[in-house]
């Protein structure tokens, strides 16, 4: 079965960078739809990215225009490249997956911390 594991979280200053990764094993060849959501203390997760199979982006409106979801299908990995980071965006930062035949996925999740 497949296993998401989320790398790539921790500290940076408001308008800093980071990137995610998460790396499907053994393989991405069932993912149909794969994505990043966050979840901040007392808040609803929220989708901030997502790609399907087919090549089809959808972005959270909090993040569309300083995020970029991409994957590397050769190595099996879906990263989210994060940019002009605020300190409300603050969470657990989460992969997720729709898998054929084995249904939905979570990661274990990456923190990630914006300093003011």
């Known amino acids: 079965q497949v296993q998401l594991a989320e790398s790539g979280g921790g500290l940076v200053e408001a308008g800093g960078s980071l990137r995610l990764s998460c790396a499907a094993s053994p393989h991405a060849y069932t993912i149909t739809i794969w994505g990043w959501y966050r979840q901040a203390p007392g808040k609803q997760r929220e989708l901030l990215a997502q790609?399907?199979?087919?090549?089809?982006?959808t972005y959270g409106d909090s993040v569309q225009g300083r995020f970029n979801i991409s994957k590397d299908n050769a190595k099996h990995t879906l990263y989210l490249e994060m940019n002009s980071l605020k300190p409300e965006n603050t969470g657990d930062y989460l992969c997720?997956?729709?898998?054929?035949?084995?249904?939905?996925?979570w990661g274990q999740g990456t923190p990630v911390t914006v300093s003011s």
């Open positions: 790609v399907t199979r087919g090549g089809r982006v």
């Open positions: 997720y997956a729709t898998v054929a035949y084995q249904g939905e996925l």
